[in-house]
């Protein structure tokens, strides 16, 4: 009785040839028959290779290398035509916003700006205004100035105190 380890055997029929041809390439490879049958089966097993339909195997792996170059093919051509303009336009988008930067208004831009306006306003208030409108505000200004002047002086007067 066998053992389990032990695989059963059989005889397989072959002709002169192709036992020449087994034998040959038994001897390349220092393979014995019987295990080189084993994995010339376990190869079209896992490869999904059927002897009656693929009989090159090389003109399928000559399709599929085919196909990648096809693919890197549209890959290139997407590159050249959409990523390379697509990455060119942001630099160049990126290159004139930094060149815009430096003309953009700051704060005191805006702050001198609003104090030229609002100088030129009351320039255009004066110069609107009748002669009349106008000695009044500098008489207005006027007594005021002596009444600044006059409450100075008072205050030098005082003892202790000195300006």
């Known amino acids: 009785m066998k053992t389990k380890n032990e695989k059963e055997t059989t005889t397989v029929a072959l002709s002169i040839t192709d036992n020449q041809r087994l034998t040959e390439f038994c001897k390349a490879?220092?393979?014995?028959?019987?295990?080189?049958?084993?994995?010339?089966?376990?190869?079209?097993?896992?490869?999904?290779i059927n002897p009656k339909t693929h009989h090159a195997p090389k003109t399928e792996l000559e399709k599929i290398t085919k196909r990648i170059n096809q693919l890197f093919a549209f890959i290139k051509t997407q590159e050249k035509d959409y990523t390379r303009p697509a990455l060119e336009a942001v630099l160049a988008t990126?290159?004139?916003?930094?060149?815009?930067?430096?003309?953009?208004?700051?704060k005191n831009d805006l702050n001198e700006l609003r104090i030229k306006d609002m100088l030129n306003?009351?320039?255009?208030?004066?110069?609107?205004?009748n002669q009349e409108q106008t000695n009044k505000i500098l008489s207005e200004l006027k007594i005021f100035q002596e009444n600044t002047v006059n409450h100075l002086e008072e205050i030098k007067k005082k003892k202790g105190f000195s300006l």
């Open 94 to 106: 990126e290159n004139r916003m930094q060149n815009s930067i430096s003309t953009l208004a700051t």
């Open 29 to 48: 490879y220092a393979i014995p028959k019987k295990d080189f049958i084993g994995i010339i089966l376990n190869y079209l097993e896992i490869n999904g």
């Open 121 to 129: 306003q009351l320039l255009q208030l004066l110069q609107n205004s």
